[in-house]
């Protein structure tokens, strides 16, 4: 048995090994790196538990951006040395910073910019395969950015409206189209602060030109591009690709849907999609219905074919067709430990280099699709939107003649939560107002009489230094249950669905008045947005609460919060920069890559705030997480003076254990 060689060949038995319970919370990961370790396989948890971060890195108190260094600088006495250029612990911090913010938002906006680059080519016609399919979308995005629609038909609509977007990208002067759609205050704040972005490419050449040695050494000032830019991530490349991605693949509405390895199906030929663009995605679910091709399955001996997704291209397309969905970025290795993989299709981002080593460990075919992401081990089969089939054709051929010759022994965790997602902007003015109504008027009126106190954004990754999920699930569910109303997209959407908090019955785990407006309206007391580039929708619904009015002029004003608590990529430093520089108070976990009490460390944790913008909090604690965001919140509501006696909530252990037996 090939495999079975295999297996022993490409494994390496773990050094420091850590109990599954202690890392993370997921059942399904629980059982399945069990069985990983008993075949002798190694995941990220085992090498997380034997690479120690490294002290000076992690607090970011060393520069190597030239050959006179790597310069490292002591972070328990900061302001001891410098670099041999002189450079002090403020400007090596900052530099390095905007690096990460860099790097976040380049590829947000390079996944932003092929999405309009596919909806050129469907609008030019050398697409066929796929098409605009939300028209209503297409006008009313033109028409937020000023195109004329009346009378027009959506090619000469669509044709103007890949003119203006590409501006988000390419334009060398002046604001991004969507700064249209910013609060006018908030938009005020980013003009006089010389923030607001002109194009994508310029403002993240112009960082990477400032962070070289010898250029840009004012920590304030490296600051400010570092916010222009994150803000042309969020307000620009993110928001391109999720207005594109609505319009060619269907804005999302309300969808239940399957979550957690339970989706996997023994008796099927099981396909797992993993990456960021919903191309290839879109395109698989078109191949694994051909029905030549499920004949071939059948022909093999399956009932059939069966996709799903995992990370945020999963997430896009749970949240538009209700496509099931596997796990988050934690789970993409344990899940090909079951053995039923017969086949992971993946693109850009997030994509971890050990997948190569664990598939070939379980004989699963793992094929990277996209000319920008390769990884040594894994076979490349080029997807082209032009031509998409031949790809992920070829792929699912590949997959049914694994599932043909499976050899090792199969174990599906039999776990799966159903959670109601596909919450865009659009889907929420419905829900609140119905067709004739449509509306954010009640959230705000529901904010201002105090039922809901109040709106987090609890997004991004997981990250193996702490425990999987854990940090998620126990701040989310603190703060429903003081009232506060949670809107979720990424890795954290998953664990929140895996820990039942996406369903209307949830509302038990919610506060009074929380519970009272999910169980009127019938939706639950966390709302899933979708992919990480879907964070733009929650700076949509921003803009939309202080558009609709009595929450104060700018973003900035609202009682609102953000957190990431378990991130670890770049891309999550540049959203959190959007966020703080959009106005929100955005609370990091796990560690945050300066060092304390320095003057880099006050400008972005309290300057900002002072400057119109929003600031950023740290603690890797859930519970003082949620209450550095609650009292932001409520020190919002009183400037708004819609404060009223309002007791925080704390769960004591009995609530919790009534929670959970819940
Ligand atoms: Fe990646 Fe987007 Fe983070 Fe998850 S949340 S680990 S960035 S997959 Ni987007």
């Given at each position: 048995m090939p495999q079975e060689k295999t297996l022993k060949e490409a494994t390496i038995a773990p050094r420091k090994a850590r109990d599954p319970e202690e890392v993370t919370i997921c059942e399904s990961t629980t059982q399945m790196l069990r069985k990983a370790r008993r075949d002798g396989v190694e995941t990220a948890f085992d090498r997380a538990a034997n690479m120690r971060a490294c002290p000076i890195g992690e607090k970011s108190a060393c520069c190597k951006h030239c050959a006179m260094g790597p310069c490292r600088l002591n972070a328990k006495y900061p302001y001891k040395q410098v670099g041999v250029c002189g450079a002090n612990i403020d400007t090596i911090m900052s530099r390095n910073f905007a690096r990460m913010v860099a790097t976040g938002s380049a590829c947000h906006n390079d996944h932003g910019m092929t999405m309009l680059n596919v909806f050129r080519d469907v609008v030019n016609g050398d697409i066929d395969d796929y098409d605009i399919k939300d028209i209503n979308k297409l006008e009313q995005v033109a028409s937020s950015i000023g195109i004329e629609v009346d009378g027009r038909s959506p090619k000469e609509i669509a044709t103007d409206l890949y003119q203006e977007l590409e501006k988000t990208y390419t334009q060398v002067e002046g604001?991004?189209?969507?700064?249209?759609?910013?609060?006018?205050?908030?938009?005020?704040?980013?003009?006089?602060?010389?923030i607001v972005p002109r194009g994508a490419m310029r403002e993240v050449m112009e960082l990477m030109s400032r962070t070289h040695m010898?250029?840009?050494?004012?920590?304030?000032?490296?600051?400010?591009?570092?916010?222009r830019t994150a803000l042309?991530?969020?307000?620009?490349?993110?928001?391109?690709?999720?207005?594109?991605?609505?319009?060619?693949?269907?804005?999302?509405?309300?969808?239940?849907?399957?979550?957690?390895?339970?989706?996997?199906?023994?008796?099927?030929?099981?396909?797992?999609?993993?990456?960021?663009?919903?191309?290839?995605?879109?395109?698989?679910?078109?191949?694994?219905?051909?029905?030549?091709?499920?004949?071939?399955?059948k022909k093999a001996g399956a009932k059939g074919i069966n996709l799903v997704g995992m990370c945020c291209s999963g997430l896009e397309m749970m949240s538009r067709y209700g496509v099931p969905h596997a796990g988050n970025f934690m789970s993409t290795e344990a899940v090909l430990v079951t053995g039923a993989v017969d086949a992971m299709a993946v693109d850009i981002q997030c994509i971890k280099q050990g997948l190569a080593k664990v598939a070939e460990c379980y004989g699963t075919h793992l094929f990277t699709t996209n000319p920008r992401c390769h990884i040594e081990g894994a076979q490349h089969i080029e997807f082209h939107e032009r031509d998409p089939k031949t790809c992920t054709d070829e792929v699912v051929i590949k997959a049914i003649s694994r599932f043909k010759n499976r050899s090792l022994p199969i174990e599906i965790p039999k776990i799966v939560s159903k959670g109601i997602h596909g919450f865009s902007h659009e889907y929420i003015n419905y829900m609140?107002?119905?067709?004739?109504?449509?509306?954010?008027?009640p959230l705000n009126d529901n904010i201002i009489n105090g039922r809901i106190r109040g709106v987090a954004g609890v997004v991004g990754c997981v990250n193996p230094r702490v425990k999987q999920d854990w940090v998620h699930v126990e701040l989310v569910k603190e703060l429903?249950?003081?009232?506060?109303?949670?809107?979720q997209t990424g890795c954290s959407q998953i664990?929140?669905?895996?820990?039942?908090?996406?369903?209307?019955?949830?509302?038990?785990?919610?506060?009074?008045?929380?519970?009272?407006?999910?169980e009127t309206v019938g939706m639950p007391p966390v709302l899933g947005f979708g992919a990480c580039v879907d964070n733009s929708r929650i700076l949509i619904a921003a803009s939309e609460m202080v558009r609709i009015g009595g929450l104060g002029d700018s973003i900035a004003d609202l009682p609102v919060a953000g957190a990431a608590p378990e991130w670890m990529s770049e891309k999550a430093i540049a959203i959190g920069q959007y966020f703080v520089a959009s106005g929100v108070f955005t609370v990091f976990g796990v560690t945050f890559p300066i060092v304390e009490e320095t003057k880099f460390h006050k400008h972005l944790f309290e300057e900002l705030e002072q400057q119109g913008l929003g600031k950023w909090g740290f603690s890797p604690d859930p519970y003082e997480m949620a209450k550095m965001m609650i009292n932001h919140i409520d020190k919002k509501r009183k400037a708004l003076g819609i404060d009223k006696a309002r007791e925080r909530v704390l769960m004591d252990m009995a609530d919790r254990r009534a929670v959970d037996a819940g």
């Amino acid at each position: 048995m090939p495999q079975e060689k295999t297996l022993k060949e490409a494994t390496i038995a773990p050094r420091k090994a850590r109990d599954p319970e202690e890392v993370t919370i997921c059942e399904s990961t629980t059982q399945m790196l069990r069985k990983a370790r008993r075949d002798g396989v190694e995941t990220a948890f085992d090498r997380a538990a034997n690479m120690r971060a490294c002290p000076i890195g992690e607090k970011s108190a060393c520069c190597k951006h030239c050959a006179m260094g790597p310069c490292r600088l002591n972070a328990k006495y900061p302001y001891k040395q410098v670099g041999v250029c002189g450079a002090n612990i403020d400007t090596i911090m900052s530099r390095n910073f905007a690096r990460m913010v860099a790097t976040g938002s380049a590829c947000h906006n390079d996944h932003g910019m092929t999405m309009l680059n596919v909806f050129r080519d469907v609008v030019n016609g050398d697409i066929d395969d796929y098409d605009i399919k939300d028209i209503n979308k297409l006008e009313q995005v033109a028409s937020s950015i000023g195109i004329e629609v009346d009378g027009r038909s959506p090619k000469e609509i669509a044709t103007d409206l890949y003119q203006e977007l590409e501006k988000t990208y390419t334009q060398v002067e002046g604001e991004i189209p969507f700064a249209k759609r910013v609060p006018e205050k908030t938009l005020e704040t980013w003009r006089k602060l010389d923030i607001v972005p002109r194009g994508a490419m310029r403002e993240v050449m112009e960082l990477m030109s400032r962070t070289h040695m010898g250029c840009d050494q004012h920590y304030e000032n490296i600051t400010k591009q570092c916010s222009r830019t994150a803000l042309a991530d969020g307000w620009g490349g993110s928001m391109v690709a999720t207005e594109i991605g609505d319009i060619l693949f269907g804005t999302p509405s309300a969808v239940s849907v399957e979550v957690n390895m339970g989706v996997l199906k023994e008796d099927q030929v099981n396909i797992i999609v993993h990456g960021h663009e919903p191309n290839l995605f879109d395109s698989m679910i078109a191949s694994v219905n051909e029905p030549t091709l499920v004949e071939t399955a059948k022909k093999a001996g399956a009932k059939g074919i069966n996709l799903v997704g995992m990370c945020c291209s999963g997430l896009e397309m749970m949240s538009r067709y209700g496509v099931p969905h596997a796990g988050n970025f934690m789970s993409t290795e344990a899940v090909l430990v079951t053995g039923a993989v017969d086949a992971m299709a993946v693109d850009i981002q997030c994509i971890k280099q050990g997948l190569a080593k664990v598939a070939e460990c379980y004989g699963t075919h793992l094929f990277t699709t996209n000319p920008r992401c390769h990884i040594e081990g894994a076979q490349h089969i080029e997807f082209h939107e032009r031509d998409p089939k031949t790809c992920t054709d070829e792929v699912v051929i590949k997959a049914i003649s694994r599932f043909k010759n499976r050899s090792l022994p199969i174990e599906i965790p039999k776990i799966v939560s159903k959670g109601i997602h596909g919450f865009s902007h659009e889907y929420i003015n419905y829900m609140l107002g119905g067709s004739f109504r449509a509306s954010y008027s009640p959230l705000n009126d529901n904010i201002i009489n105090g039922r809901i106190r109040g709106v987090a954004g609890v997004v991004g990754c997981v990250n193996p230094r702490v425990k999987q999920d854990w940090v998620h699930v126990e701040l989310v569910k603190e703060l429903v249950k003081n009232d506060v109303l949670v809107l979720q997209t990424g890795c954290s959407q998953i664990a929140l669905t895996k820990a039942g908090l996406t369903t209307p019955e949830a509302a038990i785990y919610a506060g009074p008045g929380l519970g009272e407006v999910c169980e009127t309206v019938g939706m639950p007391p966390v709302l899933g947005f979708g992919a990480c580039v879907d964070n733009s929708r929650i700076l949509i619904a921003a803009s939309e609460m202080v558009r609709i009015g009595g929450l104060g002029d700018s973003i900035a004003d609202l009682p609102v919060a953000g957190a990431a608590p378990e991130w670890m990529s770049e891309k999550a430093i540049a959203i959190g920069q959007y966020f703080v520089a959009s106005g929100v108070f955005t609370v990091f976990g796990v560690t945050f890559p300066i060092v304390e009490e320095t003057k880099f460390h006050k400008h972005l944790f309290e300057e900002l705030e002072q400057q119109g913008l929003g600031k950023w909090g740290f603690s890797p604690d859930p519970y003082e997480m949620a209450k550095m965001m609650i009292n932001h919140i409520d020190k919002k509501r009183k400037a708004l003076g819609i404060d009223k006696a309002r007791e925080r909530v704390l769960m004591d252990m009995a609530d919790r254990r009534a929670v959970d037996a819940g």
